[in-house]
């Protein structure tokens, strides 16, 4: 049968797990992952000090992420994100 083919298998199973582009009628174009969910491409930064957006080409920008420890000092897995860019 055609299609049926170990290539033609693994084909169609990376098919379905790339993203997708959907563009419809009057509407930017947006990914969709496997789930079908719509995805953004591109999630811009914000300085949290200034609260400006941080441009993709930002050579001056840093991002730290601080960890949140228990009562005894011990890593939780959890942080917070602070990114900097432009005059402090």
């Not at 049968?1 to 993203?19: I, M, N, V, W």
Request: net charge positive; aromatic share 6%.
């Amino acid at each position: 049968a055609q299609g049926s083919s170990p290539e033609a298998r693994r084909d169609r199973s990376l098919a379905a797990r790339t993203p997708r582009r959907v563009c419809r009628k009057n509407s930017t174009a947006k990914m969709q992952n496997d789930e079908g969910r719509i995805v953004d491409l591109y999630l811009p930064r914000k300085c949290s000090a200034t609260n400006r957006l941080i441009p993709a080409k930002e050579h001056g920008a840093v991002q730290l992420n601080v960890g949140m420890v228990d009562e005894a000092g011990r890593y939780t897995g959890e942080f917070f994100t602070f990114a900097l860019a432009g005059f402090i």
